[in-house]
């Protein structure tokens, strides 16, 4: 409802008002009274009307000076003066206060009706489009990010036609475009897929959250530029630059790897694209840096790769040629995530429903092998980028261009396709195993070399370059332990051979083996035992 206030000296002009007119079918609320200015100020804060409606001729403090210090704290509320006096200089000074209406007494019932239910209108109205103008803000504000990322993608893959509004948007979305060159660098978490198999969606979102955090922080220390995480899990940063920083890029590529290690416990490969002096042409700066970054399949993992290296090393080819980038659409994208997961099932499932669609859809012959020979690059560059070596598999082709011309039929195909993806997941299973025996192995001669001392589980995980969840699952999948139980016993057999030594204060051998707390030795060691360390040094 609006709420109103009357303001006047006398008690029965307040009474009039008051009760000459149904407020209730005006939707309107009478939350307060006030016999003067001074006492109104006083109580507006607590009741916040809407309107005021006011007499000018008041003691203590009048209506003009009341309706001047209201606009001043509250320019919102509506004010209208009653006034027993026809003095133009009145009305001007109303005016010039900002006053909604000057009515001259005695106001009738219908006249004032008429006025309020007006207002009224007005009010909600503006309510109603401030709420929804705070209600655009909060979801801009809860939405920024993202909005920020999508348009910041479209840019870079060529997407937009640079123009006045672009750059106007940009500005909006605060991403500098002040040039007067600009390159493009794309920072690709090593072994993502693998190491994160088990992690929720929300604990993936986290770590690139935190990784495009730490590479635009390092970034923008030398750089103007915003960075963004790509719709392919890669973290895509668009630098403007000039003469004196743009020789800087490989130092702040290598910091930014060294603080991703220091911070996240991950290895990444960054690619670079060559500098553009035109932002229509940063979508070839970008394609050279995705290019740059895939060639990891064959540099290996943890580099900085420029774009304008990897092509002078191509032999037989011109330095200014161009490579398609082999990037998946959703539905490669949902194979490759099943390929990483082992899931069979769900891939034979999806091969079932493309091939369906290729039926009803009547796609030709040479369209079917050519969807089917990415599908088979993109899994093979996949598995490569996340480590599995595939020289030892007979049955991986090492052209499928040439293979699938064997194939005369659809059915043939996907029988074809299958039996790869059967050979890629054994590869990957293969790989994991002997993945995480090397990971527990370097782990374990760690705690042997250092039981003595404080060993924390980010400490253990920080030698093997994984997550400490990920370590810890491998761990008690290699071990049939966790983490804690395995060093614990452990240390409890080195205490063991020390109680030997009668001389040796069971404290200090509580030291020696990596326990600062006696109490807590003891604890653990009975755990383990089944007797004290006094009683198990009194029976041998």
């Known amino acids: 409802m609006i709420k109103l206030m009357i303001v006047d000296d006398e008690s029965i002009i307040r009474r009039g008002i008051r009760t000459s007119i149904d407020w209730w079918t005006l939707n309107v609320d009478i939350v307060g009274e006030a016999r003067n200015g001074k006492q109104a100020l006083d109580l507006v804060q607590d009741l916040k009307p809407d309107i005021v409606v006011t007499d000018i001729r008041m003691p203590h403090m009048d209506g003009l000076e009341f309706a001047q210090q209201l606009k001043e704290q509250y320019p919102h509320i509506r004010i209208i003066i009653l006034s027993g006096y026809d003095d133009f200089d009145y009305a001007r000074q109303a005016l010039k206060i900002g006053v909604t209406e000057y009515l001259m007494k005695p106001v009738g019932a219908e006249e004032l009706s008429a006025l309020i239910s007006r207002l009224g209108t007005e009010i909600t109205q503006e309510k109603l489009q401030n709420e929804k103008e705070q209600s655009n803000q909060f979801l801009m504000r809860e939405n920024f990010p993202y909005i920020q990322r999508m348009w910041l993608n479209r840019l870079l893959k060529g997407d937009m036609k640079i123009n006045d509004a672009v750059i106007d948007k940009a500005a909006q979305l605060r991403i500098p475009l002040d040039g007067p060159e600009y390159g493009v660098v794309v920072v690709d978490v090593d072994d993502f897929r693998l190491n994160t198999e088990h992690v929720s969606d929300r604990e993936k979102e986290l770590i690139h959250y935190s990784i495009n955090n730490i590479v635009e922080e390092v970034f923008s220390s030398v750089f103007q530029c915003t960075a963004c995480h790509s719709e392919f899990d890669n973290i895509n940063v668009l630098l403007n630059a000039n003469m004196h920083n743009k020789h800087r890029i490989m130092e702040t590529c290598i910091e930014a790897q060294r603080c991703i290690a220091r911070y996240m416990k991950l290895s990444v490969t960054i690619g670079l694209g060559q500098y553009v002096s035109e932002l229509a042409d940063v979508h070839e700066s970008y394609r050279q840096a995705v290019y740059a970054m895939q060639c990891k399949v064959y540099k290996g993992k943890g580099q900085i790769i420029a774009y304008q290296d990897v092509e002078s090393e191509i032999q037989g080819e011109s330095s200014k040629s161009k490579r398609e980038i082999l990037l998946p ?203 004290t360390p006094k009683e198990y040094r009194n029976q041998t």
């Open 329 to 531: 659409s959703e539905d490669e994208k949902e194979l490759l995530e099943y390929l990483s997961t082992m899931d069979k099932a769900k891939i034979d499932e999806l091969l079932d429903t493309r091939f369906k669609h290729f039926a009803q859809s009547y796609i030709t012959y040479e369209k079917i092998k050519n969807i089917s020979v990415k599908w088979v690059i993109l899994a093979i560059a996949h598995l490569e980028q996340m480590g599995v070596d595939l020289s030892d598999s007979k049955s991986v082709v090492l052209n499928p261009y040439a293979e699938i011309e064997k194939y005369e039929t659809t059915d043939d195909i996907q029988q074809w396709l299958g039996g790869l993806f059967n050979v890629f997941i054994e590869s990957i299973a293969a790989y994991k195993n002997v993945r995480y025996k090397n990971i527990v192995s370097v782990a374990i001669k760690y705690i042997h070399e250092h039981y003595s001392e404080e060993i924390r589980l980010e400490d253990i995980s920080s030698q093997v370059f994984v997550t400490p969840n990920y370590f810890s699952r491998i761990f008690k999948e290699e071990t049939g332990q966790h983490f804690t139980e395995w060093l614990n016993k452990y240390r409890v057999e080195k205490a063991k051979v020390l109680l030997k030594d009668s001389s040796a204060k069971i404290y200090e051998v509580a030291e020696r083996v990596g326990y600062n707390d006696y109490k807590y030795f003891t604890h653990i060691f009975k755990k383990v035992t089944g007797l």
